[in-house]
């Protein structure tokens, strides 16, 4: 039974490039969030979707950054444009029902130069 | 929002010594409170977590105590070894939610000396 499943691992861009972070999760689970942990920080939520639904946005930056998870594939998680300030590492936590487990993937680590 | 501060920022024991990591919350409806352990480049691990109905719960050398009345909550790490050396996190789930929104402490950096 394979775990929550991040790729990349690690993201280099440059500044004003798109990144794009792809979440699978555990077998069986249609919840996702998505956190953010910046260099020597604790993980900040993002975002909480379900399968074709976005439920909770409240901690993404209201511009460039957007997340999905379609009814086939993995949840993405796509930051627009990005500047030296996204460098972190982002972590998706999936749950089979949204409720207290979150099972989280490896995370990806972005490096924007 | 719910506000989450962990304290202390980091912790130094000797191998064998207990470890006591503090969080407080603000959130009186937080309901589910969580403790992740990070070692370096790695995934966050739950190791041990308590529901707000209940005031202490054991596994083995870790255990977690919730005071309900003064929002806050600890973890215990008795006899440590330093495979026990990472990054320690406590989080709380937002109450007034059915979905598990996580709002986690600063970290603490637990250093177990042999």
């Known amino acids: 039974n394979a775990g929550v499943m991040q790729n990349p691992r690690h993201l280099v861009r440059r500044r004003g490039q798109e990144a794009r972070l792809r979440c699978s999760p555990m077998k069986g689970h249609s919840h996702v969030y998505w956190y953010r942990q910046l260099p020597e920080e604790g993980l900040k939520f993002m975002v909480y979707l379900q399968k074709e639904n976005i439920i909770d946005e409240s901690g993404m930056p209201k511009e460039r950054f957007s997340a999905e998870f379609p009814k086939e594939g993995p949840s993405i998680l796509r930051i627009q444009q990005v500047v030296r300030g996204d460098s972190a590492a982002y972590f998706c936590a999936s749950s089979p029902n949204g409720g207290n487990e979150q099972f989280f993937g490896p995370g990806t680590r972005l490096t924007v130069l | 929002g719910e506000n989450v501060e962990q304290h202390p920022s980091t912790l130094s024991v000797q191998e064998g010594d207990s470890a006591v990591i503090k969080c407080t919350y603000s959130d009186s409806a937080s309901n589910y409170f969580p403790w992740y352990k990070q070692e370096l480049g790695k995934r966050p691990q739950l190791i041990i977590d308590i529901r707000s109905n209940v005031g202490e719960k054991k596994d083995q050398r870790i255990a977690v105590t919730l005071n309900k009345t003064a929002k806050h909550f600890s973890l215990h790490i008795t006899e440590t070894q330093p495979e026990d050396s990472a990054v320690y996190f406590c989080?709380?789930?937002?109450?007034?939610?059915?979905?598990?929104?996580?709002?986690f402490g600063q970290g603490t950096i637990l250093t177990v000396h042999p």
């Open positions: 989080a709380a789930r937002a109450g007034g939610t059915s979905y598990g929104k996580l709002t």
